[in-house]
């Protein structure tokens, strides 16, 4: 089915622990982001690509790392967890057209101890 | 840089009446796109309603429309004939429509809809 899946869809870990959040796409859009939702700032852009093998630092980005070696996957690592990284994070994409929407995945709930 | 602004963290409304919720926004560029997102308690965030910035009239969406403002950068939303389905988070966000973009969004603080029985 055609679509954005995002896994896993709740994680708890530890801090100082290194975790990984999956994004994989369906449509082959060239546009893909990763954010995060926290109460009472909405949901703030972490990393973007515009294309394979091209990313940029979104809004809040420190503690994060993230790779597109292939289209249709954006991965979301964050190299040494600590607990204000506990919140929850979506991945959307869309197509290079400005006046497309994002499709967003359904969410991980990260939770850091 | 862009800033999106929802003043109500919370609203309620009864059933079949209707609400309008508020977003303000600040930019200084003149060609962009504003957006309506809901999300349920399931976590989905789905598109409720588009405006383009050049549109002087205003989207509507069957019982959701916006009352766009462009000089006074104002956005508002407003749902009639209020359904217990349509209790959710609101999402207000902005994209610049140039090709520096590359689609970012920029969102809203965000605004809880109670719908009373």
């Known amino acids: 089915d055609a679509g954005i899946t995002q896994s896993p869809r709740y994680k708890i870990t530890e801090t100082g622990r290194q975790v990984t959040l999956m994004c994989h796409q369906t449509w082959s859009h060239s546009y893909m982001f990763w954010y995060r939702q926290d109460l009472g700032h909405g949901l703030r852009l972490i990393y973007y690509?515009?294309?394979?093998?091209?990313?940029d630092k979104g809004e809040v980005p420190d503690g994060y790392v993230v790779s597109r070696s292939k289209t249709e996957n954006f991965p979301l690592t964050l190299e040494s967890a600590t607990r204000s990284q506990t919140s929850v994070y979506f991945c959307a994409s869309s197509a290079p057209l400005s006046n497309q929407p994002q499709h967003f995945g359904d969410g991980t709930r990260l939770s850091i101890l | 840089a862009q800033t999106v602004t929802q003043s109500q963290p919370e609203m309620s409304v009864q059933e079949a009446e209707t609400v309008t919720l508020s977003c303000t926004y600040d930019?200084?560029?003149?060609?962009?796109?504003l957006f309506w997102y809901k999300q349920p308690p399931s976590r989905q965030m789905i598109l409720v309603i588009r405006q383009e910035a050049y549109k002087q009239q205003n989207a509507t969406e069957n019982r959701f429309s916006v009352n766009f403002q462009k000089a006074a950068k104002s956005f508002s939303l407003k749902i009639s004939d209020s359904q217990l389905g349509d209790a959710a988070m609101y999402f207000c966000a902005y994209r610049y429509a140039g090709g520096t973009s590359y689609g970012k969004l920029t969102f809203g603080q965000g605004t809880i809809l109670t719908v009373h029985p």
């Open positions: 690509s515009a294309a394979a093998d091209i990313t």
């Open positions: 930019t200084s560029e003149s060609d962009y796109y």
